[in-house]
């Protein structure tokens, strides 16, 4: 018998060990180390003073009275206490002071943050200089209505950040199942976007597999969102691009379209890591960036590609919050065929379709390919588990010991032990 490997896997904030046999691990499917910046600092000042297709940020504030400054929330690591400081010094340098800037989060359908949270995503002194609020997707009072797209989405939008003379955005950029890849215009839609449009850009993501989606920068959802951006009025768009220690690797900032390109080609050579075997099981952590099974679940994606028909995924997912607090639909109707869903859509019953695009992403793996989710996590109890069709484990190794005995001692999987968001999803190809 092989020998026993002891591999540590992420549980939020903890850690588990594992016993797995060494010949049953294909690979740890990961981003391509490279070296890094040796002054990360120096590199978001380069990439600021020298934008792609635009003036430099104190250019184009220069002539204009306040700034909105949309950051991403803390399911989105970025070393934003560090860069914000820095973005706020190149409006005041183009004249607008702290009193005329605010910063708002991109929540998407996220919970908002607490004051706690947000002092330790931002820091003290930022706070001292600038207001930084959530936005709520859920308040129509909040919201500014600016028609439809090409496709009929309403465009709903926080009217504070609308109504400002500047928008810039921050954000990361990886492979993401519903965009093909995260930053740029994401940071608008669906992080400061209104229900009717956040519903309208997830649920065109139902009829597209992960190999559409993943990865391609150029695909119907990532056009979708930049229409809406470009509606919105995204002014200048900086982008990073991390290594799995969330240490900025690249940055490229300017015109939303052009700076995010400049960002996917960089990523696009570190992400891609092709593995040419099909899996009998994939087992993945998941670190405290996923306080519920909504923000953890984007850790199993990769088995629509990497695992056999048949196959297993196991997760380890604290999830102290829950299966999906701000989606309770997805628990209310389980994860179902596609079909089913679109039904359930047309007759007016799912009306989350954000939960539709998700729970459509899932049933891909645990339906289409009849793939068994097994999961072990303190905040989503046995009968909620088995509720959505998965197998509930109390204790680590028996997760793993459960494969064995279901695919035999010759089987051969992934491991995702996930240090950081980073790692989660890889290019598929």
Not at 101 to 116: D, E, F, P, Q, V
Not at 174 to 179: G, I, T, V, W, Y
Not at 266 to 271: G, L, M, P, Q, R
Not at 371 to 383: D, H, Q, R, Y
Request: include cysteine; proline fraction near 6%; charged fraction near 25%.
């Amino acid at each position: 018998m092989s020998e026993l490997k002891n591999i540590e896997f992420q549980y939020g904030k903890k850690i588990i060990k594992v016993c797995i046999p060494e010949s049953s691990i294909i690979s740890f499917p990961h981003i391509n180390n490279v070296q890094k910046p040796v002054d990360e600092l120096k590199e978001f000042m380069n990439a600021l003073e020298n934008p792609i297709k635009s003036p430099t940020l104190p250019c184009i504030a220069s002539i204009k009275e306040n700034a909105v400054v949309v950051i991403p929330d803390r399911t989105r690591p970025l070393p934003t206490h560090t860069l914000l400081p820095i973005i706020l010094n190149e409006l005041n340098a183009g004249g607008i002071g702290d009193k005329q800037i605010k910063a708002m989060i991109a929540l998407g359908t996220h919970r908002g943050m607490t004051a706690n949270e947000i002092r330790q995503m931002v820091g003290k002194k930022v706070l001292q200089r600038i207001t930084v609020m959530n936005h709520d997707w859920d308040n129509p009072d909040i919201l500014v209505p600016l028609g439809r797209t090409k496709n009929g989405t309403w465009i709903d939008v926080n009217k504070i950040v609308y109504e400002a003379d500047l928008v810039v955005g921050l954000s990361s950029v990886k492979p993401h199942r519903a965009a093909g890849w995260s930053g740029g215009a994401k940071i608008i839609d669906p992080g400061v976007c209104g229900k009717r449009t956040i519903d309208g850009t997830h649920y065109l993501t139902v009829d597209y597999s992960i190999n559409e989606i993943t990865g391609v920068l150029d695909n119907p959802i990532r056009q979708e969102i930049e229409d809406v951006a470009r509606k919105v009025g995204l002014d200048f768009s900086i982008n990073l691009v991390l290594n799995e220690k969330e240490e900025i690797l690249h940055v490229s900032a300017g015109d939303f379209i052009h700076a995010h390109k400049n960002a996917v080609e960089f990523a696009e050579k570190i992400y891609r890591d092709p593995q040419s075997e099909k899996a009998d099981f994939m087992v993945c952590g998941s670190g405290d960036w996923g306080p519920d099974f909504w923000s953890a679940v984007q850790a199993i994606f990769p088995a629509e590609y990497l695992v056999k028909d048949g196959g297993t995924v196991v997760i380890f997912a604290d999830c102290p919050e829950g299966f999906s607090p701000e989606h309770p639909q997805i628990l209310e109707f389980g994860y179902r065929s596609i079909p089913e869903i679109k039904n359930l859509v047309n007759e007016g019953k799912l009306v989350d379709r954000v939960a539709a695009g998700h729970m459509a992403a899932v049933a891909r793996i645990v339906l289409q390919k009849n793939v068994e989710c097994v999961i072990l996590s303190e905040g989503i109890s046995k009968e909620v588990a088995e509720s959505v069709g998965f197998v509930w484990m109390e204790k680590p190794q028996s997760a793993i010991d459960y494969v064995f005995n279901k695919h035999g001692h010759s089987s051969r999987g992934y491991l995702f032990p996930v240090k950081s968001i980073t790692e989660t999803v890889v290019i598929p190809w």
